[in-house]
């Protein structure tokens, strides 16, 4: 009997109104002190909910068979919720739906 190999996924494109999202560092979440310790925006946040996009889906059919163009593009820094974990060539990722990201910042 052969082996089945563990395919590695090396690009994932997006369909839909779906959105992929690398999470921000913790450095890139929270403010470095002078001495460099990392102090959180929050305590309780989990740094999984802001993210930069980095794949965005065509977009949501509407009834009348007409697409409805994204909201958000790649190199856009977001915060959402919920999501399915994705992992790509040993990084993790997001993949969400459009409207799971409730803002884009700076």
Known sequence: MKK???KEINE???LGDRVLIK???EAEMG???PSGIIIPD???REKSDRGTVVGVGSGKMNDDGERIPMSVKEGM???FQW???VELQG???YLVNENNILAIFN
């Open 23 to 25: 999470p921000l560092s």
């Open 4 to 6: 089945k190999s563990k």
């Open 77 to 79: 820094r977001v915060i």
């Open 12 to 14: 994932i494109t997006p």
């Open 91 to 93: 990084e993790e990722y």
């Open 31 to 33: 403010t470095v002190s």
């Open 42 to 44: 929050t305590v309780d």
């Open 83 to 85: 999501g399915d974990k």
